[in-house]
């Protein structure tokens, strides 16, 4: 085990994440369905700040169970949203927006099953409005972060590199959003805002792979494939990636596990969920798909065809197995010497 902790520090190990692609994908394909159709019949389950309606949050010594209150709420308790929070020390009710006759029945029928003070009672009231501006900005912020990116990798890398990123922005974006949609989790600005977080952890992870795969581009000289010179980028940085993301994934697994679910302290869950399966599924987007995808990608231009065609020659492989080439690149091939 220390030998193999030793040869992935040095970067000494060759593991084919090119050839194993199409297992990745696979994989991808069904986490990104099972999301997809999550989203598509469960859809997010938005706070107010996103849909508008009045949020009340009171003490309940009583120890009022969730049925007693939503009975005590009468018509306005049907589709309400009650949560017992802190065992059951206090209570917190979503509902539409109502008048302030409707909310005034309300907060008193609420102070008498729970045994507390009104003074106590803590009421806020979102419109619908409020919740569409977040909304918009917050695309409005995604869709001019992914314009950035395309940019930016395009004039440091090449365009190709910007759509691989790209792609695996979006599997990143589909996967949290799957796992809200799966847990039932609140959508809240502060997921907004630790979406947008991870996103730029993400990129940070690919373009740090990108830019190896670009060094040994440019400093390969024994006419490696660029399969070859992906796995070679990808086993010398892959202990680098593991350790960043452990090291981000510590910390906010304490926040989800910890302070969350076991401790009751429900704010910190909205973020810290978003961020946690953002960091697993960017690490493994970096590693598993951008890179192979560019390898697939890059492998059809004619240069790196050939290249592929004469190393398939050297190893005794037949003639189809080898990437197809283009013509011009079958008129160089068939070119006496």
């Known amino acids: 085990m220390s030998t193999l902790l030793g040869r992935l520090y040095r970067g000494e190990t060759s593991v084919g994440f090119v050839g194993w692609s199409r297992r990745w994908f696979i994989v991808s394909g069904v986490a990104l369905v099972i999301c997809l159709l999550s989203l598509g019949v469960r859809g997010l389950n938005l706070s107010l700040d996103f849909t508008g309606g009045t949020s009340i949050s009171l003490p309940n010594p009583a120890q009022a169970e969730i049925t007693e209150i939503r009975s005590a709420m009468g018509s306005e308790g049907a589709d309400a949203r009650i949560q017992l929070v802190g065992e059951d020390a206090s209570v917190l009710i979503q509902t539409e927006a109502v008048d302030l006759d409707t909310e005034r029945r309300m907060v008193l029928a609420l102070v008498e099953v729970t045994g507390t003070e009104i003074e106590l009672t803590d009421v806020q009231s979102v419109g619908p409005t409020f919740g569409r501006q977040i909304a918009g900005r917050a695309i409005q912020a995604l869709l001019v972060f992914l314009g950035v990116v395309v940019v930016f990798i395009s004039i440091r890398f090449e365009w190709k590199m910007a759509i691989g990123a790209i792609a695996a922005l979006v599997h990143d974006l589909i996967l949290t959003a799957g796992a809200y949609s799966l847990l039932g989790f609140p959508v809240t ?19 740090v792979v990108y830019d190896k795969i670009k060094e040994n581009v440019e400093s390969d000289r024994e006419r490696r494939t660029y399969t070859d010179l992906v796995d070679r980028s990808m086993n010398q940085v892959l202990m680098r990636s593991i350790n960043t993301s452990l090291t981000s994934l510590f910390p906010v697994g304490s926040l989800l596990f910890v302070g969350s679910l076991l401790l009751g302290a429900g704010t910190l869950r909205d973020f810290a969920l978003a961020l946690f399966v953002g960091i697993g599924a960017g690490t493994y987007s970096s590693i598993f798909i951008a890179a192979p995808l560019l390898a697939r990608w890059k492998e059809r231009e004619d240069e790196w065809a050939r290249r592929r065609y004469r190393s398939d020659r050297k190893v005794g492989r037949t003639t189809s197995t080898a990437p197809r080439l283009s013509s011009r690149g079958q008129a160089a091939r068939r070119r006496p010497k």
Request: no cysteine; charged share 5%; net charge negative.
């Open 189 to 207: 600005p502060a997921t907004v805002v630790a979406v947008l977080t991870i996103l730029g952890y993400s990129l940070y992870d690919t373009v």
